[in-house]
């Protein structure tokens, strides 16, 4: 039980620490991120499950990466 509550303290300062590094460097956290695009992103998943229902699993091809780095941290 230690064990996990070291680890959790550490994850948290680590992600503290780098919060800070990246405001230094001249960069922000996008913390609304997820909650601005659920709905698109709930759209492309929608439409990928319409896709291999119709045309099976062989042919399928989904984008479903919603997830983009570049919009989650951004420069200044």
């Known amino acids: 039980m230690w064990k996990i509550l070291k680890f959790i303290i550490w994850i ?3 992600i503290v ?3 800070f590094v990246l405001n230094y ?3 922000k956290v ?3 991120y997820f909650e601005q695009n659920k709905a698109n992103c709930q759209k492309r998943i ?3 499950t319409k896709e291999l229902v119709e045309q099976g699993t062989k042919n ?3 984008d479903i990466n919603c997830v983009n780095p570049e919009l ?3 420069r200044k």
């Open 12 to 14: 948290a300062g680590i």
């Open 17 to 19: 620490v780098g919060n």
């Open 25 to 27: 460097f001249g960069y």
């Open 30 to 32: 996008n913390t609304s």
């Open 46 to 48: 929608e439409k990928c």
């Open 60 to 62: 399928a091809k989904c």
């Open 72 to 74: 989650i941290i951004k």
